[in-house]
C-alpha cells in the first residue's frame, strides 16, 4: 500500500497552494480530507476541514452546496485552498497575518482496522428543513493512513527586503460557481435543482446585478472580489492624509466612485499631484450612417473624473492631463509616489487601474515597496511625464442615435523625444535594506522610433526580460493581457520558444485574449458545419495552445468560462468589460534563492508597450517569499483557468465533428474506485507545477 512521502504548502496571502506525493497508488484510496490547522491569529486552535463541491458519480450537487473534503474527497496530489482568506459559503473576507499548516489524510472505504470519518458540523447531509443537500446515496468513508502534516507557512502581504515590500492581488474572477451562487442571493433568484437534462443559462441579469455592486463603497461583493487590493491603492492616500506627505500619481483610468472621491479630496487639500492620462474612446456613428461620420469622442472614460479634479484644483501643479487622443499611444501607467519633506519614500505600482472592473472584476496585483532610492526613480519619471508636453485636450460633445459623448476631439499625441533618451539611459539596480533583494526599474517609451513595425529591434526593457528568461533555471510563469498578437515581438513568443529549446523547462501560463495565443497548427480549421443544413459557422476561439497534448509541460490557455451545463457545473459569467486576467507577471524560478525574480508593473509585455506607451516595469531579484507568492497568484489563475480552456476545447472538437456541442448531463465526477490515481503515477513527458514545487 503506498502511503504520503513528501507534501508541502506555499501562498500568496489570498489562496494557498498545497501538493504531495506517495510512494506507489494508495491501495483503496477514494481522494483525501486535507484539514487548515490555524496555529496564530484570531483563530489560533482552529481545525477547518476544507469544503469542497464536486460530488460522486452516483451523486448530484444541482445547488452547489459545499460539503466538506471528508464527504467529497479530493482526488487529486495537489490542491488549491480558495477558502484560506475567503468565506466557503458567504462574501466576506478574514483578516490577514497568522500562521498555518496542512494534514492531509487519505480516505476510502471500509476496511479491517480502519475507523470512520466521524461526521463534521460544517458539512451536514440535510439542511435546516431535513432536506439533503445532495442527490444520491451519502457514501460513508474511513480513515486509510494517519494524517501527514506540511511544514507551517505564514499567511501575509509583507516580504523581507528591510520590511520594505508588499504585495497582493484581487480576488477578481467572475467564472467561479461561487460568485454565481453568490450574485443569485443578492438577485434572490435560486437555481431550480438541475436533473439530468437540457443546460441552464445564466440567470437574466445577474451581470447588470453584478455592475450595480461594484461600484458601491462598503458593499459585500465590492469586498470581497477586490480582497486586500483596494485598501492598498488607498494606504498612501491615508499616509498623505494625516501625515505631512504628498502624492505623485500617474494614472490610465479612473473611474471608481470610491477613489475618485478620495484622490479629488486629496487634491483639494493640496496632498496630490495628478497627471491623468486619456481613457477610453466613444464612437457613436453606426452601420449606414451618412458621410460626413461624427468624430470618435476620446476620454470619455476619465472624463467626469477629470473635470472633479480640475474642480478640486485651480493650482496647475496639482492635475495635469496627458491627452494623447488617438489608438497608437497611451498614458497606460498606475503608480503613486509618496513624497514627505521634500524626499520620495514609497512607491506603489502594478497592473491595477483605478476603477470598479480593476479592482473588482479582473486578475490583477499591486506591490508596495517602501524604499527612498525606488521611489525617487518614479518619482524623477513622474517629472519626467510632467515636462513631456502634449496637445491641449479641444473639448468635443457628440450627439447621434439618441446618444451624446463628451470629452475630448481627436489628436495625434506622441511622447517626446527627451523622455524617450531618458528612459533608456541604463540604471544599476537598486538594493533593499535586506542587502539581497535587488529592484530593476525600467519605463517606457525608451525608443527613437515613435511606433514600432515587423522589424523593430528589440527594445531595452524587454532585451533584459529576455535574457532574464534565456537564463531561467528550471520555471517560467506568466499571467498577461494582451502583449501582442501570435506570440509576435512579446513575451509569450518568447516562452514558447524557450520551451522548444529546453525540454527541462516547465513553461505554463495563463493569457487575456485569444489572440496572443501562439498560431495554431497549419491547417486546424476555423469555422464549422452545422448539420444536417449545412451552414458554415465560427468555431469558438480556441483556448488553449499544448503542443504536446495534455500531457506535456508546455501549456498556454486563455481565461474562458463554462458557457453550457458541464455535470453540476452552470454556466458562468467571464467578464464585466474588456480584460479578464489583467495581469503582466513573469515570475522566473521562484524556489530558487538568487534566481528567483518577478517581472512586474504596468508594462504589457510586448513591444508595442515599451515603443508607444507611458509604463513601468519592476524587476524583483533575490526575494524568494515575494516569487513564490506571485507564483501561487499565477498558478491560482492558471489553475482555474486550465479546467474551462479544456472544455473549450472539447466543445471546438465536437463541433468540429458532428457540427453540435456536447451532450448535457449532470452529476459529479469523483470516481468511486482508486482507479482515478492512476495519471498521477504515469510516467510524464516533463515536470510539472507539481514536481517543481516538490523539488521532483
Not at 318 to 343: C, T
Request: one cysteine or more; proline letters at 8%.
Amino acid at each position: 500500500m503506498g502511503r504520503i512521502t513528501k507534501a508541502g504548502a506555499w501562498c500568496n496571502g489570498e489562496v494557498a497552494y498545497l501538493a504531495w506525493m506517495a510512494d506507489g497508488p494508495i491501495a483503496d484510496c477514494l481522494g483525501f480530507m486535507i484539514t487548515r490547522v490555524h496555529e496564530t491569529g484570531p483563530e489560533a486552535g482552529a481545525r477547518r476541514i476544507l469544503p469542497t463541491w464536486i460530488a460522486f458519480t452516483d451523486q448530484s450537487n444541482p445547488d452547489w452546496l459545499e460539503q466538506d473534503s471528508s464527504v467529497w474527497p479530493i482526488q487529486q496530489y495537489q490542491w488549491r485552498d480558495l477558502t484560506l482568506r475567503r468565506s466557503r459559503d458567504e462574501a466576506t473576507v478574514r483578516p490577514i497575518d497568522f500562521r498555518i499548516h496542512y494534514e492531509i489524510t487519505p480516505l476510502g472505504l471500509a476496511g479491517p482496522g480502519r475507523k470512520p470519518v466521524p461526521a463534521s458540523d460544517t458539512a451536514p447531509y440535510r439542511d435546516e428543513n431535513g432536506k439533503p443537500r445532495y442527490v444520491g446515496p451519502p457514501r460513508p468513508l474511513f480513515f486509510l493512513d494517519e494524517p501527514f502534516k506540511t511544514e507551517s507557512i505564514d499567511v501575509t502581504h509583507d516580504f523581507p527586503g528591510g520590511g520594505a515590500i508588499k504585495a497582493t492581488y484581487t480576488n477578481g474572477i467572475l467564472s467561479t460557481q461561487n460568485l454565481l451562487r453568490q450574485l443569485e442571493k443578492v438577485q434572490g433568484v435560486k437555481p431550480e435543482n438541475i436533473a439530468p437534462g437540457p443546460a441552464m443559462r445564466i440567470t437574466e441579469g445577474l451581470l447588470k446585478t453584478l455592475k450595480a455592486h461594484i461600484p458601491k463603497k462598503g458593499d459585500p461583493i465590492r469586498l470581497f472580489l477586490t480582497a486586500d487590493v483596494l485598501s492598498f491603492l488607498t494606504m498612501l492616500i491615508d499616509r498623505a492624509e494625516t501625515g505631512n506627505g504628498e502624492l505623485y500619481l500617474a494614472l490610465y483610468e479612473l473611474h471608481d466612485p470610491e477613489l475618485i472621491e478620495r484622490l479629488t479630496a486629496l487634491v483639494k487639500a493640496g496632498k496630490a499631484h495628478v497627471i491623468l492620462s486619456t481613457s477610453g474612446s466613444t464612437d457613436l456613428n453606426k452601420k449606414g450612417d451618412p458621410l460626413p461620420r461624427k468624430l470618435v469622442v476620446w476620454d470619455t472614460g476619465n472624463h467626469d473624473a477629470r473635470i472633479g479634479l480640475h474642480a478640486a484644483a485651480p493650482a496647475a501643479e496639482r492635475m495635469q492631463d496627458r491627452l494623447f487622443n488617438n489608438n497608437s499611444h497611451i498614458g497606460h501607467n498606475k503608480f503613486a509616489v509618496y513624497v514627505e519633506g521634500g524626499v520620495a519614500r514609497a512607491v506603489m505600482t502594478g497592473s491595477t487601474n483605478w476603477t470598479e472592473t480593476g479592482l473588482c472584476t479582473q486578475s490583477n496585483n499591486v506591490i508596495l515597496i517602501e524604499d527612498k532610492n525606488v521611489a525617487a526613480r518614479f518619482l524623477a519619471y513622474w517629472k519626467l511625464l510632467r515636462d513631456d508636453p502634449q496637445p491641449v485636450g479641444v473639448p468635443l460633445t457628440v450627439s447621434n442615435h439618441g446618444e451624446t459623448a463628451e470629452g475630448f476631439a481627436p489628436s495625434k499625441g506622441v511622447q517626446g523625444p527627451a523622455l524617450r533618451l531618458a528612459n533608456a539611459a541604463p540604471t544599476g539596480p537598486v538594493t533593499l535594506k535586506d542587502g539581497k533583494t535587488t529592484v530593476e526599474i525600467l519605463f517606457s517609451p525608451n525608443t527613437k522610433a515613435p511606433s514600432k513595425n515587423k522589424t523593430s529591434p528589440t527594445p531595452v526593457d524587454l532585451s533584459r526580460v529576455y535574457s532574464l528568461m534565456e537564463h531561467a533555471d528550471s520555471a517560467i510563469l506568466f499571467l498577461t493581457f494582451y502583449p501582442g498578437v501570435r506570440g509576435e515581438q512579446n513575451v509569450i513568443g518568447q516562452a514558447a520558444e524557450l520551451a522548444v529549446k529546453r525540454p527541462d523547462l516547465l513553461v505554463q501560463g495563463a493569457i487575456s485574449n485569444p489572440a496572443a495565443l501562439p498560431p495554431a497548427k497549419p491547417g486546424e480549421p476555423t469555422t464549422y458545419v452545422h448539420q444536417p443544413g449545412g451552414e458554415v459557422r465560427d468555431l469558438p476561439q480556441r483556448a488553449i495552445w499544448w503542443p504536446d497534448g495534455d500531457t506535456g509541460r508546455v501549456v498556454m490557455v486563455r481565461a474562458a468560462a463554462i458557457s453550457a451545463q458541464f455535470g453540476d457545473l452552470r454556466p458562468e459569467l467571464l467578464s464585466a468589460g474588456h480584460a479578464i486576467i489583467h495581469d503582466k507577471i513573469v515570475v522566473i524560478d521562484p524556489l530558487h534563492p538568487d534566481n528567483c525574480t518577478v517581472i512586474t508593473g504596468s508594462h504589457n509585455l510586448g513591444y508595442k508597450a515599451s515603443y508607444q506607451n507611458d509604463e513601468n516595469l519592476l524587476i524583483v531579484r533575490g526575494n524568494q517569499s515575494l516569487a513564490v507568492a506571485y507564483a501561487i497568484h499565477i498558478l491560482d489563475v492558471y489553475d482555474h483557468y486550465v479546467l474551462r480552456a479544456k472544455l473549450q476545447e472539447e466543445l471546438r472538437q465536437s463541433l468540429i465533428a458532428t457540427g453540435r456541442p456536447p451532450k448535457a448531463e449532470s452529476g459529479g465526477f469523483l470516481n468511486a474506485k482508486a482507479s482515478w490515481q492512476g495519471r498521477w503515477f504515469a510516467p510524464a513527458k516533463a515536470p510539472s507545477s507539481r514536481d517543481y514545487f516538490l523539488g521532483l
